[in-house]
């Protein structure tokens, strides 16, 4: 049995496709298919059932399957340990972030650090919270760039910046002649809001108080934030967006971004990984990465800010 072959096993059981599992682990499906069927021999027993489309672990499979995430996690501690103490930054580094961060943050920071440090091999995936919180917990990333968690979570939490939310209104709205926005404002107005689940839309709809709004978006949730602001730019609607996002606009597209009355809600970013985590030389280097291509302001929460 070896730490490679756990691997295959991993991965055919997160694609639920032979395939799809050995692309992942860059090696041919032959080489995959005859390692697994070893291992299978070795044990005597069925891992998974190939009988099912998709494939799926046979029921002993299923603890061996947890039992090989427990075992690689801790052989991949010792690596990390290693890594650690010669304060490297190099290697594999597993990073999930919101899809409502990732399109305004990572282009400020993420070729800088590519090129800076070559032998870093960061791997992105965009996530929700949840998500992110299951595969921290699991071992499949190493950190998450997520919004606010509670004060008594079970991460350890490294906080990057503080940024406010924005009204996105279409020039047909009644709104559009506002300067600021206020929260009885929105009441009936059409909302472009992503689905729940997606913190963005969770702390707007409590900060604005937006009882309706569950009932009322049901047709409108299966979106992207990019896709609401195509659709208020044709002439419907209100959406939100991140400060973040208002450098990426042209100059026609600023005039429909509208800031709320004070205080102004606010989302705390922050880097979350699991409290035994040990490469905190190559976390602290990627905060102060973060951190420096942001506006200065953001770092610290404003008098006029309130975290939502």
Do not use: E, F
């Given at each position: 049995?070896?730490?490679q072959q756990l691997e295959y096993i991993l991965a055919v059981d997160q694609f639920r496709h032979f395939a799809k599992a050995a692309e992942h682990c860059r090696v041919t499906q032959p080489t995959l298919s005859a390692m697994i069927q070893k291992l299978e021999d070795e044990l005597e027993t069925k891992i998974f059932d190939r009988s099912q489309q998709p494939i799926c672990p046979t029921p002993v499979g299923r603890f061996i399957l947890e039992q090989a995430q427990v075992v690689l996690s801790q052989?991949?501690?010792i690596k990390d340990i290693i890594e650690e103490e010669k304060h490297s930054l190099s290697g594999v580094f597993?990073?999930?972030?919101l899809p409502t961060i990732a399109p305004y943050l990572l282009p400020r920071f993420f070729p800088q650090l590519m090129k800076k440090y070559p032998k870093l091999d960061i791997r992105v995936t965009e996530m929700k919270?949840?998500?992110i919180k299951q595969a921290l917990i699991k071992g499949d990333i190493d950190a998450g760039i997520i919004a606010t968690l509670p004060e008594k979570d079970e991460f350890r939490q490294t906080p990057l910046f503080y940024e406010q939310f924005y009204a996105y209104i279409a020039r047909e709205s009644d709104l559009f002649n506002n300067k600021i926005i206020r929260t009885s404002d929105l009441n009936d107005e059409q909302l472009w809001m992503l689905d729940e689940g997606h913190c963005f839309r969770d702390q707007l709809v409590r900060f604005c108080h937006m009882k309706a709004a569950?009932?009322?978006?049901?047709?409108?949730?299966?979106?992207s934030m990019e896709t609401f602001m195509r659709m208020v730019e044709s002439g419907k609607g209100v959406t939100f967006i991140p400060e973040l996002a208002i450098d990426q606009l042209n100059d026609?597209?600023?005039e429909l971004v509208r800031p709320f009355a004070i205080p102004t809600p606010t989302r705390q970013i922050i880097l979350i990984t699991c409290e035994h985590f040990i490469r905190t030389t190559l976390l602290e280097v990627l905060t102060k990465e973060i951190q420096a291509s942001v506006p200065r302001e953001m770092l610290s929460l404003r008098a006029t800010q309130v975290v939502v």
């Open positions: 049995m070896t730490l052989a991949n501690r597993k990073l999930g972030i919270t949840k998500d569950q009932a009322s978006q049901i047709a409108y949730r299966l979106g026609t597209q600023k």
